[in-house]
């Protein structure tokens, strides 16, 4: 069987038209797809080493919140119960005679600050004796069983008796809030 000429360019025009078919739905469009998957891998690759470069820094974060948390704990540990501040004002009195001063006032003052957590009991103690007597009650006062800030202290020559010192004493108590931590 002869083929004609014209059958030879139809079979040639329909083999260019499907490939022109499959380069338009078929090559092309896979090629994009391809080129989206690989933009895609890209970026998680990216991002992958972009955690692992924050790895060191997360890590650090997360010892510093370790040992903040333990100290927090230390210092929750320390504090005294608000409960039992009556008990720490009769035990600062107690040291306040145990070095040989005289307390003079003795003024438990109103809170100003007080946190979720953390109460600050002021406390204002007038004591009168001789220097050695008055930093042995402060350095009796800093061993005390609780957390104690000594907002200051001052202390001055008793104008009315002339061998007596009068230590001025504004301290804070920290205690522990009662009704949080039940």
């Known amino acids: 069987m002869k083929t004609t000429l014209s059958t030879r360019w139809l079979v040639t025009a329909l083999s260019v038209a499907g490939g022109v078919a499959y380069l338009y739905w078929g090559f092309l469009p896979g090629?994009?797809?391809?080129a989206e998957i690989r933009r895609q891998s890209a970026e998680r690759r990216d991002y992958v080493e972009k955690a692992?470069?924050?790895?060191?820094?997360?890590?650090?974060?997360?010892?510093?919140?370790?040992?903040a948390q333990a100290f927090n704990a230390k210092c929750q540990a320390a504090l005294t119960d608000d409960r039992r501040l009556a008990e720490l004002y009769g035990?600062?009195?107690?040291?306040?005679?145990?070095?040989?001063?005289?307390?003079?006032?003795?003024?438990p003052l109103r809170s100003n600050s007080e946190l979720e957590?953390?109460?600050?009991?002021?406390?204002?103690?007038?004591?009168?004796?001789?220097?050695q007597q008055l930093t042995r009650m402060l350095a009796l006062l800093e061993r005390l069983p609780a957390t104690v800030w000594?907002?200051?202290?001052?202390?001055?020559?008793?104008?009315?008796?002339?061998?007596k010192d009068l230590c001025e004493l504004k301290m804070a108590i920290f205690s522990a809030r009662s009704d949080k931590n039940d």
């Open 31 to 34: 090629m994009r797809t391809m």
């Open 52 to 67: 692992d470069r924050l790895k060191p820094a997360v890590e650090d974060a997360a010892r510093e919140l370790s040992e």
């Open 150 to 163: 000594f907002d200051s202290v001052r202390i001055t020559p008793h104008r009315e008796d002339g061998q």
């Open 117 to 131: 957590t953390l109460r600050q009991a002021p406390l204002a103690l007038d004591a009168l004796g001789n220097y």
């Open 91 to 107: 035990q600062i009195n107690a040291q306040a005679k145990a070095a040989g001063a005289t307390p003079k006032r003795f003024e």
